[in-house]
């Protein structure tokens, strides 16, 4: 990632951790890592323009935006990928428990492949939370597909289910799981679907 902007190499570390935070951090197609990665921010400074610390904070948005719209782009990607997800966790203790969440429910295969077969199956949505590391009461979760309530207060909601899987046939499926209580904790992570293209590609991988 570049900018013409003459900017010094301590704010552009600064920016660079906060943008990679709600971006690259926050994407996962099946939990695994690659070993040669690598991510750059860069400032050649070829405007010669100096930003204020305005400016900055504008260069920051700007920059997260961005990495943000990469990091979905790469999820949409993914191997086999049909389905981009996003997956928004809301109202947890704070911000690390609520990203604990989100990527459980995102690294989850048994919620991946449910999406990529249009299944408004909440329940693996709710035990993907439910074994992140993070303590909460189902009792007081909600959870929403595509914005129809699923689940209320850990118990099955009531809805259209041929309706919602027809909208689950979307290219782009929102999870949304929230903690009714005073937490303020969010977070979001970027994902794909599971199909039977992630097993033929990385099947034959190396061949």
Known sequence: VMTDAVVPVKTLREILAIATRCSYNSLTI????STNDTLALVANGASKVKPSSK???TLLEVVTWVMESLAEQIAADGE??????????????????AR???????????????????????GRILS?????????????????????????????????????KTNLDSDEVQIRIVHKGRGKGEA???T????????QINGSYRT
């Open 80 to 97: 086999g990928a049909r389905k981009l997800i996003i997956v928004r966790a809301l109202g947890f203790k704070n911000d690390e428990d």
């Open 128 to 164: 993907a939370a439910g074994y992140a590391g993070v303590t909460f009461n189902p009792a007081n979760v909600d959870v929403f597909l595509q914005k129809v309530a699923v689940c209320i207060g850990g118990l099955a909601a009531d809805y259209d289910e041929a309706s919602l």
């Open 55 to 57: 400016d900055t904070r």
């Open 188 to 190: 979001r992570f970027f």
């Open 192 to 199: 794909c679907d599971f199909t039977e293209g992630y097993i």
């Open 30 to 33: 099946d939990g695994d890592t």
């Open 100 to 122: 604990k969440i989100a990527r459980a429910i995102a690294n989850s295969p048994l919620v991946k492949t449910a999406i990529a077969g249009s299944d408004a199956n909440w």
